[in-house]
């Protein structure tokens, strides 16, 4: 009998109000042209004040319920990877739960930033492979809008608001289905590379983003090529076996530098880094239930996932759909 935690049904969502590089160009010292040369992005989304990090959260997790026919009863486990939570607590998983109207199961945040995503599925799938529940609502969920420095043009230019989220579910599977294979990794030797400059325990504020691009740039390309090559070593297959890779949407550049380190076509990777910026933990999932409600990703493919993140944290999952 092999247990493993199955890719059961995907959901996202969006704050209503979508910003061109050009209306931003209208507010801060940019353009739409520097932009788009040096990262990709066309547009993000910036949440209202009625859109919240769990309000975003418990929207995608309503469809990816729909998508894996199930009730938000059925649900006995609910991680938010998030850095933006609603509240310093309760975690925010408590707050997409009571909004499902889901009854008693276990719900926590995960805090690794850009990379949480990655690490809120592993602990998902060890959880689910040992038992503590038959299906999870894994979510990343982002309202980096508020912690962006909007004089800052650096930064604020990078990031969106956004929710992706999972349903995964334990099977005995016999058809190579499910979750293969995760690593993740953390050097906070980095962590002043990308930071918020705020928190409850030394400011007692907020604080907004700060980053070194040019170094977490650098960093990034070796830790995803690095990690990737590790979770492919893991289950045995080649690059040139994966199907589909669904990046952590930073910077195409990051992400176009990455797929040519392994030898990755670009028909291959998931890009949607020109629609939605950089949201952070919410970016994995969303491509993937973008690519997956397009019928670009299906049933019995090899999908790759891979972000990285402030700390520095990185991560990588391979998954048979
Ligand atoms: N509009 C116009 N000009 C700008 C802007 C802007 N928004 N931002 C910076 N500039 C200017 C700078 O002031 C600088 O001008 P100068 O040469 O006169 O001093 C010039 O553009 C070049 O700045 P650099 O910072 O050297 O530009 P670079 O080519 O490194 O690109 C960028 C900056 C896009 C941030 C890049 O370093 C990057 O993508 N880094 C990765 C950061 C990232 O993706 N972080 C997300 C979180 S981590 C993660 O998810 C992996």
Same mark, same amino acid.
């Given at each position: ?55 975003? *959260? ?105 929710? *992706? ?145 402030? *700390? ?10």
């Amino acid at each position: 009998m092999t247990v493993r935690a199955i890719l059961a049904g995907t959901g996202s969502a969006l704050p209503r109000t979508r910003v061109s590089n050009a209306e931003l160009a209208a507010r801060v010292d940019t353009s739409d042209e520097w932009i788009v040369e040096r990262t990709g992005i066309r547009f993000r989304h910036i949440a209202e004040p009625d859109e919240t990090t769990a309000t975003l *959260g418990a929207d995608a997790a309503r469809q990816a319920l729909a998508a894996a026919g199930l009730e938000p009863s059925d649900i006995g486990l609910i991680i938010v990877a998030t850095a933006t939570p609603d509240n310093t607590f309760p975690a925010s998983a408590t707050k997409v739960q009571a909004l499902l109207g889901a009854p008693d199961c276990i719900a926590f945040d995960v805090a690794a930033v850009c990379s949480g995503f990655l690490y809120a599925v592993s602990v998902a799938d060890s959880m689910l492979r040992t038992g503590a529940a038959k299906h999870a609502l894994v979510i990343g969920s982002e309202t980096f809008s508020r912690i962006l420095d909007w004089e800052d043009r650096t930064t604020c230019v990078l990031f969106g608001d956004g929710a *992706g989220a999972v349903v995964l579910s334990a099977e005995d599977v016999e058809d190579g289905r499910g979750i293969l294979a995760t690593r993740l990794h953390a050097e906070g030797k980095y962590c002043d590379m990308l930071y918020v400059d705020g928190g409850p325990s030394t400011t007692g504020t907020v604080g907004h983003v700060r980053m070194q691009g040019r170094e977490v740039f650098r960093h990034a390309v070796t830790n995803l090529a690095s990690v990737l090559g590790e979770v492919m070593t893991d289950v045995g297959l080649s690059p040139d076996q994966i199907d589909w890779i669904v990046p952590h949407q930073a910077n195409k550049r990051i992400i176009d530098a990455t797929a040519k380190k392994l030898g990755l076509p670009p028909e291959r990777v998931v890009l949607t880094v020109d629609q939605h910026a950089n949201t952070s933990a919410a970016s994995v999932p969303l491509a993937l239930d973008l690519a997956v409600r397009d019928g670009r990703i299906k049933r019995g493919d090899l999908v790759v996932l891979e972000a990285m993140g402030g *700390g520095f944290t990185w991560g990588a999952a391979v998954l048979r759909v």
